[in-house]
């Protein structure tokens, strides 16, 4: 019996020393980073911080509400690409350069998750890349 329980235990423990981690890189997304828009690993998919620059032109919409749709939909090309959407989102961070600008996040945030929304840590920050506004990562799960 105890070969049994030890031999089921090696299994178990070489199963998750085998999570395969599959990259995410959608098409529409600049190759050649020091990191992956996205990982899945066992069935997880973790999303790289995304500004809401536009893809094609790098450029920073003006408007700050813009700028998240712009961020919320590089997101959701990653969890299409992933076979998610974003009523798989079960968490969220957002940083903020501004936390005055809370409201019209929010204003943007809410029509995109379904509920149950997922939990969210929304952080002030005194700069981010690219003169960015905002950035956001999340987590998905089926």
């Given at each position: 019996?105890?070969?049994?329980?030890?031999?089921v235990?090696?299994s178990?423990?070489?199963?998750?020393?085998?999570?395969?981690?599959?990259l995410?890189?959608?098409?529409?997304?600049?190759?050649?980073?020091?990191?992956?828009?996205?990982?899945?690993?066992?069935?997880?998919?973790?999303?790289?911080?995304?500004?809401?620059?536009?893809?094609?032109t790098?450029?920073?919409?003006?408007?700050?509400?813009?700028?998240?749709?712009?961020?919320l939909?590089?997101?959701?090309?990653?969890?299409?690409?992933a076979?998610?959407?974003?009523?798989?989102?079960?968490?969220?961070?957002?940083?903020?350069?501004?936390?005055?600008?809370?409201p019209?996040?929010?204003?943007?945030?809410?029509?995109?998750?379904?509920?149950?929304?997922?939990?969210?840590?929304?952080?002030?920050?005194?700069?981010?890349?690219?003169n960015?506004?905002?950035?956001?990562?999340?987590?998905a799960?089926?």
């Amino acid at each position: 019996m105890l070969i049994l329980r030890l031999a089921v235990l090696l299994s178990l423990l070489s199963c998750s020393l085998l999570a395969e981690k599959k990259l995410i890189q959608p098409k529409e997304f600049p190759k050649g980073r020091p990191f992956s828009p996205g990982l899945l690993v066992d069935g997880t998919l973790y999303v790289a911080g995304q500004v809401g620059n536009d893809l094609k032109t790098g450029q920073r919409p003006d408007a700050f509400e813009d700028e998240v749709k712009t961020c919320l939909n590089n997101i959701g090309i990653i969890l299409k690409e992933a076979g998610f959407d974003y009523k798989d989102v079960v968490s969220v961070n957002v940083y903020l350069t501004d936390m005055e600008l809370f409201p019209k996040l929010n204003s943007v945030y809410v029509p995109y998750f379904p509920e149950p929304r997922p939990v969210r840590t929304t952080v002030g920050v005194a700069k981010l890349v690219g003169n960015s506004r905002i950035e956001i990562t999340v987590t998905a799960r089926k």
